[in-house]
């Protein structure tokens, strides 16, 4: 359950990204890539160890804190990481 929380909220951040939400360019650069590093975890066969050891959840609660156009889609996908014990 909690792995299809994950995949709801990397869906909703893949759209804010598509739709070119957030103005600074560094930071939508760094956000898409800790959104790619989700879709790999998503895929393999063991995201919560892929999730943990690329220290992903750290860098949204950054992104959280700087960026409040994306900030509840990251606050409710660190939650759901949460659910799965990361």
Same mark, same amino acid.
């Given at each position: ?6 995949? @709801? $909220?990397? $869906?909703? &951040?893949? *759209?804010?990204?598509? $739709? #070119?939400?957030?103005? +600074?360019?560094?930071? *939508?650069? %760094?956000?898409?890539?800790?959104? +790619?590093?989700?879709?790999? *975890?998503?895929?393999?066969? %063991? ?5 943990? #050891? ?5 860098? &949204?609660?950054?992104? $959280? ?11 409710? &996908?660190?939650? *759901? &990481? @949460?659910?799965?014990?990361?």
């Amino acid at each position: 359950m909690a792995i299809k929380k994950v995949k @709801s $909220e990397v $869906e909703k &951040l893949s *759209a804010i990204l598509d $739709e #070119d939400l957030i103005a +600074d360019k560094c930071t *939508a650069g %760094d956000l898409r890539q800790v959104h +790619d590093q989700l879709q790999e *975890a998503i895929k393999s066969g %063991d995201p919560a160890k892929l999730i943990r #050891d690329k220290k992903i959840a750290q860098q &949204l609660i950054v992104f $959280e804190e700087t960026n409040p156009v994306v900030g509840k889609v990251i606050k409710d &996908l660190i939650l *759901a &990481l @949460s659910s799965m014990g990361i």
